[in-house]
């Protein structure tokens, strides 16, 4: 069964820019999860979609939004990028999402604003 | 917000020595707890997990211990080879009573293995 892969895997973009990643989840998984990886944050929730319907958001800025299709498949966007947005953004599967569940992550979209 | 709190250490371990990692998480509303291991230029990958209702957990080669009177979280690697040489970050999430998979990493500690 292929895993969780996210496209594109490395991007730049420069300052006020906007940005859409996109993430395919494990087949059959409904739940789709975002974060943000960067070394002075570490590994940080954005949010999480089920179901087309965003259940979960982590404390970010509205610059960031997501959506989720009927196939599971997610997209995150990023409007009017700044630099401190330069982050590794991860997605990662579930079943149902599930608090205890097994979320499993894709190798990441790597996002330099310059 | 609470978060688990993992101090960036390194591990520098000899190879086929045994490696803990230890983690230290706040929230005491959290009942799942899980190992994720990331080397360079990956995404995180699942070692192992542990629900609040167990204090031990064995996988292969692996072994997770759960304090909840301390809230202390463990991860022993048996026979450590070089392969095992990443970032482990521990992560939590609770039972919040509504829809949540929300993840709560720790900061992460490098495992060094040396030949």
């Known amino acids: 069964k292929a895993g969780v892969t996210q496209t594109p895997r490395y991007l730049i973009k420069t300052r006020g820019q906007q940005v859409t990643l996109s993430c395919s989840p494990i087949s059959g998984h409904r739940s789709v999860s975002w974060y943000q990886q960067t070394p002075g944050q570490g590994l940080q929730f954005l949010f999480e979609y089920f179901s087309e319907t965003q259940r979960n958001k982590g404390n970010f800025p509205g610059r960031f939004s997501g959506r989720q299709f009927s196939n599971s498949r997610s997209e995150m966007n990023v409007s009017t990028l700044e630099l401190g947005d330069s982050a590794l953004y991860l997605c990662?599967?579930?079943?149902?999402?599930?608090?205890?569940?097994?979320?499993?992550f894709g190798p990441g979209t790597r996002l330099l604003v310059l | 917000g609470e978060s688990v709190g993992l101090h960036l250490p390194t591990l520098s371990v000899q190879e086929g020595d045994n490696s803990i990692i230890n983690c230290a998480y706040s929230?005491?509303?959290?009942?799942?707890f899980i190992w994720y291991k990331q080397e360079s230029g990956k995404g995180p990958q699942f070692i192992i997990d542990i629900r609040s209702n167990m204090d031990k957990r064995q996988g292969q080669r692996v072994t997770v211990l759960l304090n909840k009177t301390v809230k202390h979280l463990s991860l022993q690697i048996a026979a450590t080879q070089p392969g095992d040489s990443a970032v482990y970050f521990c992560a939590e999430n609770e039972d919040d009573g509504g829809a949540t998979n929300k993840l709560i990493f720790g900061t992460g500690t490098l495992l060094a293995v040396q030949p």
């Open positions: 990662a599967s579930s079943l149902t999402g599930d608090h205890q569940e097994t979320q499993y």
């Open positions: 929230n005491s509303a959290s009942d799942y």
